[in-house]
């Protein structure tokens, strides 16, 4: 068993779409151990994706996901880091397969409605930037 973080950023919040994107996850055998609504500072965003500070796109990026509120979750399941970056689609929503989420739902290479970790590593570290032990239930 695996875990991952999940995001769903301020726009997927905004189109009302926060049970449509737990339903596929759901509806694909995995498990939400942990969730919350939150806002982020920019300090905040920064951190999260301090990555990605080299990057043309990084001031935009951590703008728009303080832009209003998220909501993260902690996803298991069995190959869970690949399943959900199955579901998610590509980062590019024109490059997205039919029926993924950012296919469906995404405008914008930016306001691609969801993130999830990429590896176990970065897993590791984007759960434990958002949640605790007492947090975690399952
Ligand atoms: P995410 O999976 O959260 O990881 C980094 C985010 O940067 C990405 O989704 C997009 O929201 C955003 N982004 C904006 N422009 C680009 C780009 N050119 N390439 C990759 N990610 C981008």
Redesign the pocket.
């Known amino acids: 068993m695996e875990r991952t973080l999940s995001i769903i950023k301020p726009d997927g919040v905004k189109k009302n779409i926060i049970g449509e994107i737990i339903k596929r996850f759901e509806d694909n055998n995995i498990k939400i151990i942990a969730m919350k609504k939150i806002q982020l500072t920019k300090t905040q965003a920064q951190g999260f ?1 301090a990555v ?1 500070k080299e990057r043309p ?1 990084f001031d ?2 951590t703008s728009f996901m303080t832009s209003g509120p998220i909501v993260v979750m902690i996803l298991k399941g069995e190959n869970v880091i690949a399943e959900n970056r199955k579901l998610m689609g590509a ?1 590019n929503f024109k490059e997205a397969e039919q029926g993924t989420i950012r296919r469906d739902f995404a405008t914008d ?2 306001k ?1 409605v969801v ?2 970790s990429d590896a176990p590593e970065t897993a590791l570290f984007e759960i434990g930037y958002f949640f605790n032990a007492m947090e975690i239930v399952g």
């Open positions: 994706y990605h796109f935009s990026l980062t290479i930016e691609n993130h999830g």
